[in-house]
Each structure stands twice: as C-alpha cells, then as structure tokens.
C-alpha cells in the first residue's frame, strides 16, 4: 500500500528559503504597454538571506481589495450577503449585474481605502506558473499559441522575453534545485472562487 506524500506549500518554501519581500508602490508597471495599465503596480525586491542575493520583480494586482459591507435596509430583502463575511475581504469575480440587482450588488461591496500590497507567496506563485509554461513550451511560437495569442504580436513577443528573464533570475536567485522544486514540487496557491 503506498501513501500519497503531501506536497509542500509555497508558504513553506518562503521560511525553508528564508525569503524577504519588499515591496514600492508605483505608477506605472514598465514590463506592460502603455495601454495595459489597469491595476495597482509594485515594484519588489525578493531576498533570499540565505543565499544573499535578491531579484527585482515587477507586479501588477487588480484595482483594489474589495470587502463585503453591510447591504442599505432598502435592499436588504434582494441582496444576498452573508452575514459571518461582512467587513472581511472578498477579491473574487463580482456577480453578473442586471437591471434589477446592480444597484443593490453594486452596494454590498466597497474598495478599501489602503489596497492590499501583494504578498510573497502570491508573486512566487505567478512566478512559478509563467515559468512553468515556458518550460513546458521552450519555443516561443508553441508557447504563444498554447496562450491562444498570435506569435506576430510584439506584445506576446515582450511577454515572453519577461518570462524568460524571470526564468533566468529565479534560477540564479534559489539554484537550479530549489528552481525546479518551486515549480513543480509545490502546491499552487488556490484560486478565488466563483461568486456563489
């Protein structure tokens, strides 16, 4: 009978690896185009103590952290908040707003006035999924159609160079072992859950 080990959290790695963040807000996230600018932008700097050294990274979350707030006694009859959530944090897809409910959907949530700076684990995370598909498709042209992008988008083409930057400073920030553990031996951060 064999057991099923479990696997190691990105969380364990970070105090196995005795990693630091820290993170600046900033304006503009000059790894993306002009264009693409929605969100909060960060500049972070991730040490590994151990090894003494550290890497920049570049990162983007969305607009703010939303929190479930306590719905207007006027709408308190259509919306649904549960009780046990309100004032804690909910970053999840907003529901599908109609005509009848967008209002009083619109007022069960609200922005925090101070966003939430990203977390280590979170940025380990996109790290190690990016690099991850990169490994896996070592051409570009193979990497941008399994995104469904067209490999003729300078765009794709600059995102691809970021990757494998990012697949360069990895490797020479943990070693090519703890590279490789990062990526494949480690459990993946859950994804929010659908609105319910």
């Not at 479990?6 to 963040?21: G, N, P």
């Not at 983007?60 to 929190?67: A, F, V, Y």
């Not at 069960?108 to 700076?117: D, K, Q, R, V, W």
């Not at 090519?176 to 553990?181: K, L, S, T």
């Amino acid at each position: 009978m064999t057991t099923e080990l479990e696997m190691e959290t990105v969380f364990d790695f970070i105090e196995a690896k005795t990693l630091e963040l820290d993170v600046l807000p900033i304006h503009t996230n000059p790894l993306r185009s002009m264009t693409n600018q929605q969100g909060l932008h960060y500049s972070c700097r991730i040490t590994n103590k151990k090894a003494q050294s550290w890497i920049a990274v570049y990162f983007t979350k969305g607009e703010g952290l939303r929190i479930w707030k306590q719905p207007s006694e006027q709408w308190l009859s259509k919306v649904h908040v549960p009780l046990d959530k309100i004032g804690m944090p909910y970053d999840g897809p907003l529901p599908p707003w109609t005509d009848e409910t967008e209002q009083s959907d619109r007022q069960s949530f609200e922005l925090c006035s101070i966003p939430e700076p990203p977390l280590l684990s979170e940025i380990l995370d996109v790290l190690a999924i990016d690099c991850f598909q990169a490994e896996q498709y070592p051409l570009y042209e193979v990497w941008a159609v399994s995104l469904k992008g067209n490999p003729d988008s300078i765009m794709l083409r600059e995102a691809w160079n970021a990757v494998n930057r990012q697949q360069r400073e990895l490797r020479a920030l943990f070693g090519e072992a703890d590279y490789f553990q990062l990526l494949y031996e480690i459990d993946r951060l859950p994804q929010p859950q659908n609105f319910p």
